[in-house]
């Protein structure tokens, strides 16, 4: 079955942009829908976006503003990115595949800590 | 923040059976699929049940849920020390554009 892995840059500053790829394996990513997925340190689950096969996407609206997801084909990759970023982004961020309106399969996970 | 609420935890002794009450609105379960996340400590979440009732491959039928009105339950029966997890409820959620939303997570401890 389908494979993810997240990476990541690990920290971050505050004010400045989180990148974050998800390699997918195992599978096309064309074939799926997608989703990131975080949890900030002892908390609970926050979705934050998702990208579906058409290339529409739907967005926490709390992050809305600050976010953008994609998926690069050639690589088999999703993408995340969060602009402004602050301490209470600081979190575990997975990426996930939506299937039958839920997530299914999920990746191992990123550790983002936003700091100076 | 999240608009689907969890107790913060439940207990049962081995062999029993526990209950995880996840409440919602109209907008999130009382129109849309509920589904159910194990997270064991310090490892990934994972998908327990889905579409309300239904098990994905691999997960035992102790794991049961239902749904009624903007209320969702998981039950736990024959429960195991391995069990003891924090779960999650969530579903899509559509007041404004269509959104997921988890809910605030139930500590399940085995005594």
């Known amino acids: 079955q389908v494979q993810l892995q997240e990476a990541g840059p690990g920290l971050v500053k505050p004010s400045e942009i989180l990148s974050l790829t998800c390699n997918v394996s195992?599978?096309?990513?064309?074939?799926?829908?997608w989703s990131w997925i975080r949890q900030p340190p002892g908390k609970g689950l926050e979705w934050i976006a998702s990208?579906?096969?058409?290339?529409?996407?739907n967005f926490n609206p709390a992050l809305k503003s600050r976010v953008a997801i994609s998926v690069d084909t050639s690589k088999n990759q999703l993408s995340l990115r969060l602009i402004s970023v602050t301490a209470a982004d600081t979190a575990v961020y997975y990426c996930?595949?939506?299937?039958?309106?839920?997530?299914?399969?999920w990746g191992q996970g990123t550790m983002v800590t936003v700091s100076s | 923040q999240s608009v689907l609420m969890q107790p913060p935890s439940v207990s049962a002794a081995p062999g029993q059976k526990v209950t995880i009450a996840c409440s919602g609105s109209?907008?999130?379960?009382?129109?849309?699929?509920v589904s159910w996340f194990q997270q064991l400590p310090g490892t990934v979440p994972r998908l327990v049940i889905y579409?309300?009732?239904r098990r994905p491959s691999g997960i035992p039928d102790r794991f049961s849920g239902s749904k009624s009105g903007t209320s969702a339950t998981l039950a736990i029966s024959e429960l195991q020390t391995g069990d003891e997890a924090d779960y999650y409820c969530?579903?899509?959620?559509?007041?404004?554009?269509?959104?997921?939303?988890f809910g605030t997570g139930t500590k399940v401890i085995v005594l």
């Open positions: 996930a595949k939506l299937t039958d309106d839920t997530f299914d399969i």
């Open positions: 195992r599978d096309s990513i064309s074939s799926y829908h």
């Open positions: 990208i579906y096969s058409r290339g529409n996407t």
């Open positions: 109209n907008s999130n379960i009382g129109n849309n699929y």
């Open positions: 579409d309300n009732h």
């Open positions: 969530g579903s899509w959620d559509n007041s404004l554009r269509p959104s997921f939303v």
